[in-house]
Nanobody, 116 residues
Framework: QVQLVESGGGLVQPGGSLRLSCLAS????????MGWYRQAPGKQREWVAR???????NYADSVKGRFTISRDNPKNTVYLQMNSLKPEDTAVYYC??????????WGQGTQVTVSS
């Protein structure tokens, strides 16, 4: 079992920045690939970014060059640094932990609103 708790969401103006954090507990954090997903009102949940257990990263085209995912294994935490935010980035952001042998775990989500 893995428990995930996101934080860092809020209201920000277009062009601004936020850093989301996801604290994991309950298992060996370093063995999991970690990801961020988001869901806007009326839309399906979409993948945003991923960082593998070895540190490799991948990004959705819509956030590439603006968002950075990172992990701190001793702190059991994954981060999402979001820069140059746009209104279309408004969504609930969810943290995901994935391991092939185990499956997926999800956090409860944190709201990000980009508006002037």
């Amino acid at each position: 079992q893995v428990q995930l708790v996101e934080s860092g969401g809020g209201l920000v103006q277009p062009g601004g920045s936020l850093r989301l954090s996801c604290l994991a507990s309950g298992s060996i954090f370093s063995l999991y690939a970690m990801g961020w997903y988001r869901q806007a009102p009326g839309k399906q949940r979409e993948w945003v970014a991923r960082i593998g257990s070895g540190g490799s990263t991948n990004y959705a085209d819509s956030v590439k060059g603006r968002f950075t995912i990172s992990r701190d294994n001793p702190k059991n935490t994954v981060y999402l640094q979001m820069n140059s935010l746009k209104p279309e980035d408004t969504a609930v952001y969810y943290c995901n932990a994935h391991r092939v042998q185990v499956g997926d775990y999800w956090g409860q989500g944190t709201q990000v609103t980009v508006s002037s």
